[in-house]
C-alpha cells in the first residue's frame, strides 16, 4: 500500500469521526526521523526567518516564537512527517483547514487548496526541502487556525474596544504538542477551542443554510416603489416576492404560491411580515421602500453579517465569574444570562448616537447600584447644550430640575442663573447636575460598572422612545427599559433585595442611595448585526456604528492579521 493511499484512507477515517486505530499502539511522544544536517539548516532557516515561501502568507512573524517552541519540543525534527508519510493527526488538521469555510473563515488564509497537490508530491518522493517546508507549513497554518477560532483573527484593540483578548491566547506550541500531535481525534481537541456559547453555536449553524439560499436566489431585484404598497394592493413584483420569501424560509416551503399573481396579499403579506421582524423593523406587512431595499439585499451580504459577527464572538472570554449581563448595540437588546448559558430574561434598550456619541464595546464589572440619583451633566454636554438653554433662557435650569453645584456638590442656584454664574459654568469652576426624582435624565435608578467613558445602564424619564424601531438615541450610556427588573436581579445575591424592595426603593424618598454588590457581575457590550434570538430565528440589524464595515475591511487585508 502507497503512502497515498494510506492518506486517503486515514483521511476518510477523520471525515467520518472515527479514531485510527494504530494511533493506540503509539507512545505518548512521537517524533519524526532526524533530520540531515542539511535538514536541520533549512528547518531552522525558516523558523529563524519567520517566512516560509510555500505559504500563501510567507510571513508568520506573531506566531515565531511559538513555531520554534514547538520545533524545540521536538528537537529540530519533523512534527507531522515520518517515515515519508503524513502522520494521521497530519491529515485530521488539513481536512480543517480545507475546510474552514464551515467556521466563517477563509480556507486560502490557511493554503486550503494547497494541501492536496502537497500530499501528492509527498507521495511521489519528495526531497528533504520539501519535508521541511510541508511540516513547518503544517504547523504555521495550525497555528492560524487555532488562534482564529479560538480568539479571531484581528485584535479588538485595533478598533478601541476594551477586550482582553490577550488574556485568553492559547500556548500554541504546548497545545499542538500535547492535544494535536498525540491524541487519537485531534479534531474533537480543536473543536473544543471554540466558543462555548449557544448563540455562537446556533449562528454557526445558519452559515450553510444561507450559503444555500445565496445559491438558490439568482432572481432579478424586486421592483422599487414610488408608494406603500399594502396588503390588497397590486404590485408588480408579487411572483419574485414570493419566491424570495419561500427560498430563504419566511414563507414555510409547503404553502402553494400563484405564479401568475399581481394582488400582495395572504401568504405574501405574513412573509413580509416574519421578514421584517427578523430585520429589526415592526411587522407592518406593509412593503414600503426601506422593506424593498432590504428585500434587495443579496443573501451574500447576510453571509458577511453572520461571519463577522462569528469573529465577534470569538472575541469575549469563554467562561465568567458568574453570569453576566450581555448588550447588544446594533439590536438594541439587553440580556442577563443563566448559568447554563440560556438567557434568563431580556430587555429592550437605547443606546448612543450613531454619530457623535456611540456606546462603547467593552468587558466591565458591575459593582454597585445607585438608587434615585442625581445626574451629574458630562462636560461636554455642559459645554454644548447646556450653556445654550441657559444663554437662551436663564431659567432653563429651574424649569428642567437642574442645579449648579460646586466641585464638593455644594448647591449654587436651583433658579435663575445669572451672568457671572453663567461665566462659571462655562469654565466648568461649576458644575450642572439634575436633581433625583421621576423627571432625570437617568429615571431612578442607574447600574455603575467603572469605566474610563462614565458609561452605565440606568432607566429613563422617556419610556415611550423604547417603542421606536431604532433606538440610538442617548449621549453614549444605555437606557433600560424597565430597569427593576433588571435591578432585582442584579442584586439578587444581596440579602433582602426582591424585585418588591427594588420597586419601593425606586419610588421612596432616599435619593442617590448607593448599594453595592455583594458579588459583581460581568457586564459585556459587544456589537453583532447578525443574532439567533430566543425563539431561534436568525434577525439581522444595521451597521449603526460603521463598525462591520471596519471589520471586514481589516480582514480583507488577509494575513497577517493585527496579530
Known sequence: MNVLTITIIAAMLVARGESIPALAEQPAILVGPTLSAVGVSALHGIVDSASNADLRWPDFKPYKTEVAKFYEMNDYSLAWVQNGRVRPQGLAVIKLLENANTKGLEPEDYDGQRWQDRLLKLDQGASEQDLVSFDTALTVSAMRYIRAIHCGRVNPEEFKFQLDVEGHQLPLAEFL????????????????????????????????????????????????????????????????????????????????????????????????????????????????????????????????????????????????????????????????????????????????????????????????VVFRPYWDVPPSIQRNEIVPQIQKDSNYIAKHNFEVVTSKGEVVTDNQVSPEVLESIKSFHLMVRQKPGPTNSLGLVKIIFPNPENVYLHGTEAPELFSLDKRDLSHGCIRVEKPADLVAWVLRNNPGWDLERVKATMNGDKDNLQVNLVTRIPVLIVYGTAVVNEENQIRFFDDIYGYDAELEKALAAGYPYAW
Do not use: C
Open 177 to 368: 504538542q500535547a492535544r494535536v500531535l498525540n491524541v487519537s481525534d485531534p479534531t474533537a481537541e480543536i473543536q473544543k477551542l471554540e466558543p462555548p456559547f449557544l448563540r455562537y453555536r446556533e449562528l454557526l449553524a445558519l452559515l450553510p443554510v444561507y450559503e444555500g439560499y445565496a445559491k438558490q436566489n439568482d432572481g432579478p431585484k424586486l421592483p422599487a416603489i414610488s408608494k406603500t404598497v399594502r396588503p390588497g394592493q397590486p404590485y408588480s413584483g408579487v411572483a419574485r416576492l414570493g419566491s424570495f420569501l419561500q427560498v430563504i424560509g419566511d414563507i414555510p416551503p409547503g404553502v402553494q404560491l400563484d405564479p401568475n399573481a399581481t394582488i400582495y396579499e395572504g401568504a405574501l403579506v405574513d412573509g413580509v411580515k416574519h421578514y421584517q421582524d427578523r430585520h429589526g423593523e415592526t411587522p407592518t406587512g406593509n412593503l414600503d421602500a426601506p422593506t424593498i431595499n432590504e428585500l434587495n439585499t443579496p443573501p451574500a451580504a447576510r453571509i458577511r453579517q453572520i461571519k463577522l459577527t462569528l469573529e465577534r464572538w470569538r472575541w469575549l472570554p469563554h467562561s465568567f465569574s458568574q453570569p453576566p449581563v450581555i448588550v447588544n448595540l446594533p439590536e438594541y437588546r439587553l440580556r442577563a444570562m443563566n448559568p447554563d448559558g440560556t438567557v434568563a430574561f431580556y430587555k429592550n434598550v437605547i443606546v448612543g448616537k450613531a454619530y457623535g456619541h456611540k456606546s462603547p464595546v467593552f468587558e466591565k464589572e458591575i459593582q454597585y
